[in-house]
C-alpha cells in the first residue's frame, strides 16, 4: 500500500486491520452458518448475517465502529485477510453471479451487516445485493464497473440519487497489481484548497447526470435524467462530505468550473492508492470520499481481476418506500 501526500507535514495513518489466523478462523466459521440464497431470500439473508455479525470479533468490531463514527484518513478502512473459499473462474461479465455464491460473499456480508444494512437496487448490478465486478470487452472503455482499458474517473458512488450508498464495500477473489483504486477525501480538499474554491464547492453550482450502468434496461426516473443543482461540499467544516462526478457533473458558472478543475488537480497530485490482494476488504466512505480506479490490461482468459460489490447504507428506514414489500432493493424508479 502507498499514499500519496505530497505537502503534508507529516504521514496520515492508514485505514487497515489485517486479520491475525485465529480472527480469521472465526470469520471462516461465521461465514459458513450463512445458508440463505442471497438472491432469492435477500431480506432472510441479511437477516441472518445481522445475527451471525454479532459474533465478530471484538477487534473488528471496534475498528468498524471507529470507521463509521470518524472515517479515516484515506476514506477506506481496509481488511486484509478474509476467508476466500474456492475461487471460480473469473467470467466473461457480470451477468453470471458467481461472486455471491463463494465464502468470501458471506465473510463480506457479516462485515456489511456490521458496519451497517446491506442495499440493492434494481437499476444496478440487476438487482442484486452482490455485483461481480470483472473486465468486459464490450465495455472497457466505459465509465462503468467492468471498464478496464481506461481510468475509471474521479466519483461518488451514485451521486446523482438521493438514496445513495453511506458505504461500497469491494471484496477481492483475484487481483491485478495494475489496478490502482484510488481515494480522495473532502478531508484533503478542506486542507488543501484555497479559501474561494472553499466557499464556491458549498455553493449549489452543479448538476449531474445518472450513470451509464443505472439506464441499461431502458429504465425512468421519477427524479429525471438531470439531477440538481448541487453543492459539491457540505457539512460541517471540519469534518465535510462530498458529492462529485468528474464525467457526469456540470458546473453552471465560470467560477464553479475553475472550482471543479482545481478540486482534480489535488486529486492527480493528493489521492491514495491500493491495488486489491484475493482476500482483501476494501471499505469506502461514500459521504467522505471520492473514488477511481487506474486502468489496467486484462487477458479474458478466466485468470482476470474479480472483486465483489456490495453497497451499504446507515439508514434503512430511509429507503423504504422505495424498497417494495420492506425487501433490500430500492426500485428504479427512486434511483
Request: charged share 20%; with cysteine.
Amino acid at each position: 500500500m502507498r499514499t500519496m501526500l505530497k505537502n503534508s507535514s507529516a504521514t496520515q495513518a492508514r485505514a487497515v486491520l489485517n486479520l491475525s489466523p485465529a480472527e480469521r478462523q472465526v470469520l471462516l466459521d461465521l461465514a459458513r452458518t450463512v445458508r440463505t440464497d442471497p438472491a432469492t431470500h435477500p431480506e432472510k439473508f441479511c437477516a441472518d448475517a445481522r445475527v451471525t455479525a454479532a459474533r465478530l470479533p471484538a477487534r473488528v468490531g471496534r475498528a468498524l465502529h471507529e470507521f463509521a463514527r470518524w472515517g479515516s484518513s484515506t476514506g477506506y478502512l481496509l481488511l486484509t485477510g478474509l476467508p476466500i473459499g474456492p475461487t471460480p473462474s473469473t467470467p466473461a461479465d457480470n451477468t453470471h453471479h458467481l461472486g455471491e455464491r463463494t465464502l468470501l460473499a458471506r465473510a463480506q456480508a457479516l462485515i456489511g451487516e456490521a458496519l451497517g444494512h446491506l442495499i440493492g437496487y434494481e437499476a444496478e448490478g440487476f438487482g442484486r445485493l452482490f455485483q461481480d465486478m470483472v473486465p468486459a470487452r464490450e465495455a472497457a472503455a466505459t465509465q462503468t464497473s467492468l471498464s478496464s482499458l481506461t481510468e475509471l474517473e474521479l466519483h461518488t458512488e451514485q451521486a446523482f440519487s438521493e438514496l445513495r450508498p453511506d458505504y461500497i464495500s469491494l471484496a477481492c477473489l483475484r487481483g491485478d497489481p495494475q489496478a490502482q483504486t484510488y481515494t480522495f477525501t473532502a478531508r484533503q480538499i478542506s486542507v488543501l484548497a484555497t479559501g474561494a474554491d472553499l466557499h464556491e464547492l458549498r455553493r449549489t453550482r452543479w448538476m449531474t447526470g445518472v450513470d451509464e450502468s443505472f439506464r441499461v434496461g431502458g429504465h425512468e426516473f421519477d427524479a429525471g435524467d438531470v439531477r440538481g443543482p448541487m453543492p459539491i461540499l457540505y457539512g460541517a467544516a471540519d469534518d465535510p462530505y462530498i458529492t462529485l462526478d468528474q464525467d457526469l457533473m456540470i458546473s453552471t458558472t465560470p467560477a464553479a468550473k475553475a472550482a471543479f478543475a482545481d478540486v482534480l488537480a489535488l486529486y492527480q497530485t493528493h489521492r491514495h492508492y491500493y491495488s486489491l490482494k484475493p482476500g482483501d476488504l476494501l471499505l469506502i466512505d461514500n459521504n467522505r470520499t471520492v473514488h477511481g480506479r487506474s486502468p489496467f490490461r486484462p487477458r479474458f482468459d478466466g485468470s482476470d481481476r474479480f472483486v465483489i460489490r456490495t453497497f451499504i447504507t446507515n439508514d434503512l428506514a430511509r429507503s423504504r418506500y422505495a424498497r417494495a414489500g420492506n425487501g433490500r432493493i430500492i426500485a428504479a424508479r427512486y434511483s
